[in-house]
């Protein structure tokens, strides 16, 4: 009971504040409307007992991701700007791409076997994704990091070019 | 099964309790702390005539910005102007969660021993920003959106250090959980200030420029930027940015207690009695620092943090991970 009233209103904030991202006018509340949504993912987490990737969810995401955004729409001339598009003349096309795309994911969601596991979650989860992480996901974990190398050292060589 | 009903009410009380209680403590008592020993560096007096030697100096600063009228300008974002000090105020309030203040018996004094203790914190530390950045957008004034930005530039920066300081504890303790932090640490020479000194130096150092005081006070440089940020903002809502502030300065230095300096732990008195000296004296340091010090330059705080605080801090948990390994 108290965890179907959590659900829906986690998932209400999360939903009322997408919208605004993806339908404000004014890019820095778009921007700020990611705040309320993705501590609203973050309370969904708490509530699948997941809290450790609750904790780096508000830490990356709420924390650094939009600090970012935030900090690149202020430093880019006209990004203050309050009149801002977000729809273009595409809307009966875009609506047609995510309605199948919607449609398509309910039809995964209700078709596939969802395991209901019965067993107990270790008390403490983070040394558990910690030894995953370097035994059976290392490939993942290190073509990850590898990305994210050459990210940033791309983002220096651009950087540099300016100059 | 949980009780929910029992859990939320538990929730509401602890939080009105705690925020009552540090709203007064922490800021109010910081800033009387805050301008006494300002005044006793710099050979003054400090706040002297309200009360017995100005303690009541603060009490009457909160009423008279009580009754001070709230102003909007009209060409500010109102919505966001008005939530931004809510969010500074209640992120800076909500790091106290994970806080354990001492043991009653058995029990220990912590609103939620959370497991994930440290990244808690270390997120809600972030989430200050957000309410930095909005207020200093919102306030549609250039000085404002200018503390704004040096705000969130110095914050990213020095998130990385605080994170690999915290990752360090963690590493050491063997649990991310503030509590169990504590327990792992023993007497005066066990405390892990010794253990984890460069970790120990790397967090005061970050947690500095993350509660935004002098060296680190560009975001509010009084000279260049008027006040920065909260330059528009007006009787109550600028009281909830430096009450949000000294929350978190003191969240921070009860952090450093708790990691660093053992805790409650200590012989004689009682554990409390030994929180609050110690989170005092780390206090005391911030103070101390906040009066001596010149403030930074922008390009040489950026530097600090990414040539020095950061590789040192990778350094040094290799090296933590080296001993614990071997």
């Known amino acids: ?163 | 099964m949980v009780n929910w009903p029992l859990e939320i009410l538990k929730a509401f009380a602890l939080a009105a309790l705690m925020f009552t209680f540090l709203a007064i403590v922490a800021a109010m008592f910081g800033v009387l702390l805050e301008r006494k020993i300002g005044g006793w560096i710099q050979s003054r007096l400090g706040p002297k005539h309200i009360g017995p030697q100005g303690l009541l100096q603060t009490l009457a600063d909160t009423i008279k910005l009580l009754q001070k009228e709230h102003i909007t300008p009209r060409a500010v974002d109102a919505a966001i102007f008005n939530t931004a000090p809510l969010i500074v105020a209640v992120a800076g309030l909500m790091s106290w969660i994970v806080i354990p203040f001492g043991t009653l018996g058995q029990r220990v004094l912590v609103v939620r021993d959370l497991n994930i203790g440290l990244v808690f914190f270390a997120g809600m530390a972030s989430m200050t920003v957000i309410g930095i950045l909005a207020g200093g957008w919102s306030s549609n004034n250039k000085y404002s959106l200018l503390g704004g930005l040096r705000s969130a530039s110095q914050m990213v920066s020095y998130e990385l250090p605080l994170g690999l300081a915290l990752v360090a504890v963690a590493m050491e303790a063997g649990t991310l959980s503030t509590v169990g932090i504590v327990q792992a640490q023993g007497g005066w020479l066990g405390s892990l200030a010794f253990r984890q000194f460069p970790a120990f130096v790397i967090f005061l150092v970050a947690a500095t420029a993350e509660v935004n005081r002098l060296p680190f006070d560009l975001p509010e440089a009084e000279s260049e930027l008027v006040a920065g940020y909260f330059s528009e903002y007006t009787g109550m809502r600028f009281a909830l940015f430096q009450l949000g502030e000294y929350a978190e300065m003191f969240a921070m230095a009860a952090m450093a207690t708790t990691l660093f300096l053992g805790g409650w732990k200590g012989p004689f008195l009682p554990p409390l009695v030994w929180f609050l000296i110690k989170m005092y004296a780390v206090v005391f340091l911030f103070m101390w620092v906040r009066w001596t010090y010149p403030r930074y330059r922008l390009d040489q705080l950026l530097n600090l943090s990414w040539k020095v605080l950061l590789p040192a801090g990778l350094i040094w948990i290799l090296i933590t991970g080296y001993r614990i390994t071997f």
């Open chain 1, 1 to 163: 009971m108290g965890q179907l009233a959590a659900f829906i209103i986690l998932s209400a904030i999360t939903l009322v504040a997408t919208v605004v991202v993806v339908g404000s006018g004014n890019i820095v509340r778009s921007a700020l409307s990611l705040v309320p949504a993705f501590l609203g993912i973050t309370g969904i987490y708490i509530l699948l007992q997941a809290e450790f990737v609750a904790g780096i969810q508000v830490l990356i995401y709420a924390g650094a991701i939009t600090v970012l955004i935030l900090f690149v729409i202020m430093l880019t001339e006209h990004g203050t700007g309050v009149r801002f598009r977000q729809v273009n003349e595409q809307v009966p096309l875009g609506m047609i791409a995510a309605g199948a795309l919607g449609a398509f994911l309910i039809a995964t969601f209700l078709t596939t076997p969802w395991p209901m596991a019965t067993g107990s979650l270790p008390p403490y989860t983070a040394s558990q994704i910690g030894t995953t992480f370097m035994t059976n996901m290392i490939l993942v974990f290190e073509v990850t990091s590898l990305v994210l190398l050459v990210a940033l050292i791309g983002a220096i060589v651009i950087a540099r070019r300016e100059r």
